[in-house]
C-alpha cells in the first residue's frame, strides 16, 4: 500500500494531468489515499474520502480474510470475482489475501502517519462491516492532521458504496461541496 500511496499514484495523477482533486478510496484503496495525504500528497489535493479503511491491522479483519480465502479456495467467492476480475482473479484477491495473512503484516499501521495529513478527511464505515471495527473510525478522527468528518452507515457492511449507495453518495457530495467551497 505504501508504495501505490507513494510511488505509483503521485506518477498517475501526474501522467493524467490531475490537479484540483479529492482522493476516494475503499478498503485497502481508502487506506492508499490517507497514506497518499499524509506522505506524498500533490498539489491539488482537496480532501480524502476513506470509505472503511484500515489504519492499523485488527484480529476481525485476519479472521474474515481467512474465511474469504477459504470460500475463495472452494470455488463460490472465486466464480464471484471471475466477472470483475477475469483471468487476473487468482493474482488479485490471492495476492491482496497473502499480505494480509502473512504474520508479518500484523504489525501493519499507519496511525502515525495520520497526523501529517493536511486536507478534510470524509471517514464512512458500514456499522456491521466484516473487515474492521469502530477503533478505525476512532483512530481516523483522533490523529487526521486537518481534521476528519467520521460516519457510521446503518444496515451496512464493508462496502457503504454498494451496501446504502444514497446514504453514502449524500455524505460524498456534501463533504465535496464543502471542501470545494471552502477553495472558492
Not at 497514506?35 to 479483519?61: D, N, Q, Y
Not at 499507519?110 to 478534510?120: E, K, N, Q, T
Not at 456491521?128 to 457492511?157: K, M, N
Request: proline share 4%; hydrophobic share 45%.
Amino acid at each position: 500500500m505504501h508504495d501505490e500511496a507513494i510511488d505509483v499514484l503521485p506518477e498517475l495523477l501526474d501522467a493524467a494531468g490531475i490537479e484540483e482533486h479529492v482522493l476516494d478510496g475503499h478498503s485497502d484503496g481508502a487506506s492508499i489515499a490517507l497514506i497518499h495525504a499524509a506522505r506524498a500528497a500533490r498539489p491539488g489535493l482537496l480532501g480524502v474520502i476513506s470509505e472503511a479503511a484500515h489504519v492499523f491491522c485488527e484480529m476481525k479483519t485476519v479472521a474474515a480474510i481467512e474465511r474469504a480465502r477459504t470460500d475463495f479456495v472452494s470455488g463460490g467467492l472465486r466464480t464471484a470475482l471471475v466477472r470483475h476480475h477475469g483471468d487476473n482473479t487468482d493474482t488479485a484477491f490471492l495476492g491482496w489475501c497473502d499480505a494480509w495473512l502473512d504474520p508479518a503484516f500484523r504489525m501493519w499501521d499507519i496511525r502515525a502517519d495520520l497526523p501529517s495529513i493536511r486536507v478534510p478527511v470524509l471517514a464512512i464505515q458500514g456499522a456491521d462491516d466484516e473487515y474492521g471495527t469502530q477503533l478505525q473510525l476512532d483512530a481516523i478522527r483522533q490523529r487526521a492532521g486537518a481534521g476528519a468528518d467520521v460516519h457510521v452507515v446503518a444496515d451496512c457492511g464493508h462496502a457503504p458504496h454498494r451496501d446504502q449507495p444514497q446514504a453514502t453518495l449524500s455524505l460524498m457530495a456534501t463533504f465535496i461541496d464543502t471542501i470545494v467551497g471552502a477553495t472558492d
